[in-house]
C-alpha cells in the first residue's frame, strides 16, 4: 500500500526530535568531570601506579551535598573520606575533643567553626571526587609553607584549596615515576653473575719460599 501524505508528514514531524535526543545522548555520555580536575574513571584508567601513598576506590561525590548538610554530616564526611583522628579536627579548628564530639551528637556550632568544618568537608568532597583513599602519608604531607592539610586549615588557609594544590603536587610525582619507569624499562637488566665478583677480595695463592 501507498504511504498518505499524512503518514509522511508525520515521519518528517519525528526526526528533528529524534535528533536532539541522539544529541543529548552523546553529550551527555560524552562529557567529563569540569573545572580540569579529572574524573575517577579518568583516574582508574591511569590505575594504583599513579600517586605513591595513594589508593583508588568506589566513593562517590558528595559535593552536591556541600551546604546543605549538618555540622554532623560534614563531621562524618570528613572522618569517612579523610579518616582524621578527632585530634586532628579539634587541633585544626583549635577547639576541645569534647567540642567535636558534641558537634557529632548534634549539640550547637558557632557559626565560624561551622563554616570551617564545612570547608574541610568539601576537601573531603574533593579526594572522593577524584577517587583517592587519603591515607596517613597523604594528610602528612607538606603542601605549602612546610604545612600540611590540618596545619593550613588552623592557620586559617582554606581546606578545599590545600586538597587541590596536594592533588596536583601526586599528579606532578605521579607523572615523574612514569618518566622514570620508561627510562629504567628500556635499559637491559645485568645478569646476577655480573655481580659475584663485586666485594670479594682476591689473594695471591703463591706462598714465599
Not at 37 to 64: C, H, I, V
Not at 112 to 139: C, K, P
Not at 152 to 163: L, M, P, Y
Amino acid at each position: 500500500m501507498y504511504s498518505t501524505g499524512s503518514d509522511q508528514n508525520s515521519r518528517k514531524m519525528q526526526w528533528p526530535g529524534q535528533k536532539v535526543f541522539i544529541a543529548g545522548v552523546l553529550v551527555f555520555g560524552l562529557s567529563v568531570g569540569t573545572g580540569g580536575t579529572a574524573t575517577l574513571n579518568y583516574m582508574k584508567e591511569r590505575g594504583s601506579k599513579g600517586y605513591a601513598f595513594a589508593n583508588y576506590n568506589s566513593f562517590m561525590p558528595s559535593s552536591e551535598l556541600a551546604g546543605t548538610r549538618s555540622p554532623a554530616e560534614d563531621l562524618a564526611q570528613i572522618r569517612n573520606v579523610l579518616h582524621p583522628t578527632v585530634t586532628d579536627i579539634a587541633n585544626a579548628l583549635g577547639v576541645s575533643r569534647q567540642a567535636v564530639y558534641a558537634w557529632q551528637a548534634g549539640n550547637a556550632i558557632a557559626p565560624e567553626n561551622a563554616a570551617r568544618l564545612s570547608d574541610i568537608a568539601q576537601a573531603a568532597d574533593i579526594f572522593a571526587r577524584e577517587g583517592i583513599t587519603a591515607t596517613a602519608q597523604v594528610l602528612k604531607r607538606r603542601i605549602a609553607e612546610g604545612k600540611n592539610l590540618f596545619e593550613i586549615v588552623r592557620d586559617g588557609g582554606s581546606a578545599q584549596t590545600a586538597v587541590r594544590t596536594l592533588i596536583e603536587i601526586l599528579r606532578h610525582e605521579a607523572s615523574q615515576r612514569k618518566v622514570l619507569q620508561a627510562k629504567l624499562g628500556s635499559k637491559p637488566r645485568l645478569s646476577r653473575d655480573s655481580f659475584s665478583d663485586i666485594g670479594i677480595q682476591v689473594f695471591d695463592d703463591q706462598v714465599d719460599a
